[in-house]
């Protein structure tokens, strides 16, 4: 079982930006689809965003644009760029990281991280 650690949640206003980061605790062997996924208040679970082991990536219509998720330069580690946030991005967003040859659903990923809280006020 790989952890993941995510970072850099926060409290911004409308139309301003954060990013998060997602790390495994730990060592891992060969290299992960990637994805963030988040959920809101009283929500399920949704996919945001994924990159492939190959490089390929895929978006939520509600975040395309404004969101861009890439690798680090450490072994299954990435980012999640997220611009003209709006209060309905409001949520605890998860990172992910698995092997299936899909990538936008929660069952694609064995891993997950804790979260990391993301308010955004009006």
């Known amino acids: 079982q790989v952890q993941l650690v995510e970072s850099g949640g926060g409290l911004v206003q409308a139309g301003g930006s954060l990013r998060l980061f997602c790390a495994p605790a730990g060592r891992t062997v060969g290299t992960f689809n990637m994805a963030w996924f988040r959920q809101g208040p009283g929500k399920e679970r949704e996919f945001v965003t994924a990159?492939?082991?190959?490089?390929?990536?895929y978006y939520a219509e509600s975040v395309k644009g404004r969101f861009t998720i890439s690798r680090g330069s450490a072994r299954n580690t990435v980012y999640l760029q997220m611009n003209s946030l709006k209060p309905e991005d409001t949520a605890v967003y998860y990172c992910a990281a698995g092997s299936s040859s899909s990538a936008t659903m929660t069952s694609d990923y064995l891993h997950w991280g804790q979260g990391t809280q993301v308010a955004v006020s009006s």
């Open positions: 990159i492939t082991w190959g490089g390929n990536t």
